[in-house]
């Protein structure tokens, strides 16, 4: 069974800092996801990682897939209030299944 | 162009009923995907429909079954329904034919089992 680990589990910090959202697995994965959800609605597709050590940026959001393909990181710059919402790596491991991380839930504080 | 759609948006059964929850995929899509997801938590993969069938399963009872239509939409079902089957169930879809294909997800259809 392929699990993944997100922290911290809760984040509440101040407009303008920074801050690190991490996604961990001993299971290898041939993509990641990153995804953002807010309340009542669906997960919105972030980034796509494929490729060990690829680093991909959406103006302040970095995204990280380690170089063996177990882990990611994202992190966000000058966080705004907008940023607010529930984090949400996914690995995909062949045929599409997609297991979820356990989430990160981030409030931005105005 | 529509992105993936669900139906009903909202739906409050008892215990022990049986609830039908729709999907249309995304435009150009064939493969669908369920999750269930809890409150605060990220969603558990139910099964995945292709080609009419069943392709996965996750670790969910048989109470839960599914059917995928010529048009590739979708129907989740669930039998004898519990409390604890309260969640977000969400559809999500993609190319089939595609290894590493992104899924797109719709909106969800919130059940609530009293």
């Known amino acids: 069974t392929q699990l993944l680990e997100q922290s911290p589990q809760f984040l509440s910090i101040q407009e303008g800092e920074n801050l690190t959202v991490y996604c961990n697995s001993s299971?290898?994965?041939?993509?990641l996801q990153w995804y953002r959800q807010e309340p009542g609605e669906g997960p919105v597709l972030l980034v796509t990682?494929?490729?060990?050590?690829e680093v991909k940026k959406l103006k302040r959001l970095t995204f990280q897939f380690g170089d063996a393909r177990k882990d990611s990181s994202l992190h966000i710059t000058a966080a705004q209030p907008g940023d607010t919402g529930l984090y949400l790596c996914?690995?995909?491991?062949?045929?599409?299944?997609?297991?979820f991380g356990t989430g990160t839930k981030l409030q931005v504080i105005p | 162009d529509a992105g993936v759609t669900q139906s009903p948006t909202h739906l409050i059964k008892t215990r022990g009923q049986q609830v039908t929850l729709r999907c249309s995929p995304k435009?150009?899509?064939?493969?669908v995907s369920w999750y269930q997801q809890a409150l605060g938590q990220g969603p558990q993969f139910i099964f995945q429909?292709?080609?009419?069938?069943?392709?996965q399963r996750g670790n969910f009872p048989d109470r839960f079954s599914g059917h995928q239509f010529p048009n590739y939409s979708s129907e989740l079902n669930v039998n004898a329904l519990l409390l604890g089957d309260s969640a977000l169930y969400l559809c999500?879809?993609?190319?089939?034919?595609?290894?590493?294909?992104?899924?797109?997800f719709g909106p969800g259809t919130r059940l609530l089992v009293l």
């Open positions: 990682v494929v490729t060990g050590g």
């Open positions: 996914a690995g995909s491991g062949g045929y599409q299944k997609v297991t």
């Open positions: 999500a879809s993609s190319s089939g034919s595609v290894v590493r294909e992104t899924q797109y």
């Open positions: 429909y292709y080609e009419e069938e069943e392709r």
């Open positions: 435009s150009g899509h064939d493969t």
């Open positions: 299971s290898v994965f041939s993509s």
